[in-house]
């Protein structure tokens, strides 16, 4: 009985010793898991804090290569080939997405693609300024001054009506569409030719530099074409809107270009002024 009594004892603490030995293991098991998650959750804010470096590294590349692009720009009459008020707002959103890496991995995307565009758009100038595929004084002319930004199209009838000789369109400010007829024109010269052809490169100014043209717009009382006709006026030296093309030995054409106002001196200043507020400036952004 004694020996009984004994041998439920020793059963019943060895039990419990055995429950006691399954109880630590769990909380050892519970306590690695837990610290294994620890070290999971750990590791995934390094990781998400390694992609946010890398992240913001890229824009800051990217922001770099826009810059190097730009550089070469700088001083060109036309502004509106960078549009800075777009780079501005990249940079605002990569401020907004600083702790956001889908974010700023699409505003470094975005800003990519920007500098893409800006550097497509000189591609080829250098090429079109040696060329003068038509060759006419036309072309010559926009090749020259345009710096061989402006491409010069001769059309049946031009996009700006059939009674303009020629013109420039908002939507396609590098474009000068000329009316095909006015390389054989018995009444044009190429004195005239080059003279019109500055008026409508004052157009592809006008629409690449929106801010200082609307300012210096108010001397002309607004009108685009007299302002035109003024910068011809100003920077082809001898210009005049009057002319007389010899039909033979006893008679001529009479020819009239432009709007019929040849501006004063003050108008030709505020042209010479616009002028030198043209251009593509290098901005700081995100400051």
């Known amino acids: 009985?004694?020996?009984?009594?004994?041998?439920?004892?020793?059963?019943?603490?060895?039990?419990?010793?055995?429950?006691?030995?399954?109880?630590?293991?769990?909380?050892?098991?519970?306590?690695?898991?837990?610290?294994?998650?620890?070290?999971?959750?750990?590791?995934?804010?390094?990781?998400?804090?390694?992609?946010?470096?890398?992240?913001?590294?890229?824009?800051?590349?990217?922001?770099?290569?826009?810059?190097?692009?730009?550089?070469?720009?700088?001083?060109?009459?036309?502004?509106?080939?960078?549009?800075?008020?777009?780079?501005?707002?990249?940079?605002?959103?990569?401020?907004?997405?600083?702790?956001?890496?889908t974010g700023l991995g699409q505003d470094v995307e975005v800003l990519k693609e920007l500098t893409a565009e800006i550097s497509g758009q000189s591609a080829g100038v250098a090429e079109q300024a040696a060329s003068n595929a038509s060759g006419t004084a036309w072309e010559a002319t926009l090749d020259s001054i345009g710096r061989g930004w402006v491409s010069t199209v001769f059309d049946d009838t031009t996009p700006c009506g059939a009674t303009a000789m020629a013109c420039v369109t908002s939507t396609d400010p590098f474009t000068v569409h000329v009316r095909a007829d006015t390389r054989t024109d018995p009444a044009m010269t190429d004195w005239i030719r080059t003279g019109a052809a500055y008026h409508e490169y004052a157009h592809v100014l006008q629409f690449t530099n929106p801010g200082p043209t609307d300012a210096a717009l108010a001397s002309f009382g607004g009108d685009v074409e007299t302002m035109a006709d003024c910068y011809a006026l100003t920077f082809l030296d001898g210009w005049s809107l009057d002319h007389e093309v010899s039909i033979d030995e006893y008679s001529y054409y009479e020819v009239s270009v432009g709007y019929g106002y040849t501006c004063d001196a003050s108008q030709r200043q505020v042209i010479r002024d616009w002028v030198g507020r043209l251009g593509v400036t290098r901005q700081t952004v995100g400051g």
């Open 1 to 101: 009985m004694i020996l009984s009594v004994l041998l439920f004892v020793v059963v019943v603490a060895g039990g419990l010793g055995f429950f006691w030995v399954v109880t630590q293991l769990e909380e050892a098991r519970t306590q690695i898991e837990d610290q294994q998650q620890k070290i999971t959750d750990q590791q995934q804010r390094l990781d998400e804090q390694q992609e946010m470096i890398d992240r913001k590294e890229q824009f800051g590349a990217a922001m770099d290569d826009l810059y190097a692009t730009v550089d070469p720009l700088v001083g060109l009459p036309y502004s509106t080939i960078v549009p800075w008020n777009r780079v501005e707002n990249l940079a605002e959103s990569a401020w907004n997405h600083r702790r956001n890496a």
